[in-house]
């Protein structure tokens, strides 16, 4: 089955992360993988663009089929491989209602959080204002409290939508993760620094674990003051 499967990624990029996870999980090793180089702009290369006209990665292919959305690759190799390897939709209706609430209010976290660790890479040097980095600075912080506050709630020794590990973790792990490469106190955020070393265990994270952050595990202090 996954010698079948194509997937291009880059890595330390959160979407891409989430389908390893995700292939991880459903016991799908074996798969075609292609490490892409984002200073040398493979992504743009000819071979993503037959894959993904958007010259972007994840770029995802089983057999004649094409997934390239991460979200959407990750949902399909669950429905896919549905009795395979780790169960990653719950069938209660309250547990699912989580998950899926959960999974897209990573969206904002991932939109919020690289909004500030790239706001020199996404803002040309003359539109840049320190009055807008710290707004996205604020508007971080806010909501990196939201989810502070979820973890609190569902209790000690949880995942982000419950006690059972969800396609939540898999799609928003990546950003929490990365959140913590650059500089993230986990005694300023102590639930989700618990809620990152509890993942960090896991066998499906620690086999995908981006390969760079693994040569220099330092990482950046772009949040230490967030």
Avoid at 36 to 50: A, G, I, N, R, Y
Avoid at 88 to 113: C, H, N, T, V
Wanted: net charge neutral.
């Amino acid at each position: 089955m996954a010698q079948d499967m194509t997937l291009l990624w880059g890595s330390g990029s959160p979407p891409c992360w989430r389908v390893m996870i995700a292939l991880e999980e459903k016991k799908l090793q074996g798969y075609n993988s292609r490490l892409l180089s984002f200073d040398k702009m493979e992504h743009k290369s000819q071979q993503v663009l037959d894959i993904n006209p958007r010259g972007q990665v994840p770029s995802f292919k089983h057999g004649d089929i094409i997934v390239n959305e991460s979200y959407a690759a990750c949902f399909y190799l669950e429905s896919r491989f549905k009795s395979q390897g780790a169960k990653l939709i719950p069938d209660g209706p309250e547990e699912q209602a989580l998950m899926y609430q959960r999974m897209f209010e990573g969206l904002s976290l991932y939109d919020k959080l690289g909004a500030v660790i790239f706001y020199d890479y996404y803002v040309p040097e003359g539109e840049r204002l320190e009055s807008a980095l710290k707004r996205n600075k604020e508007t971080l912080v806010t909501e990196l409290k939201l989810w502070e506050g979820y973890l609190e709630k569902l209790g000690s020794g949880s995942y982000l939508a419950g006690k059972a590990f969800t396609m939540t973790d898999v799609v928003v792990f990546p950003t929490v993760a990365t959140a913590f490469r650059f500089g993230l106190s986990a005694e300023r955020y102590p639930k989700l620094g618990a809620y990152h070393a509890l993942m960090k265990e896991r066998p499906s994270i620690k086999a995908s674990w981006p390969p760079h952050w693994l040569e220099n595990p330092k990482g950046q202090d772009t949040l230490k003051d967030i």
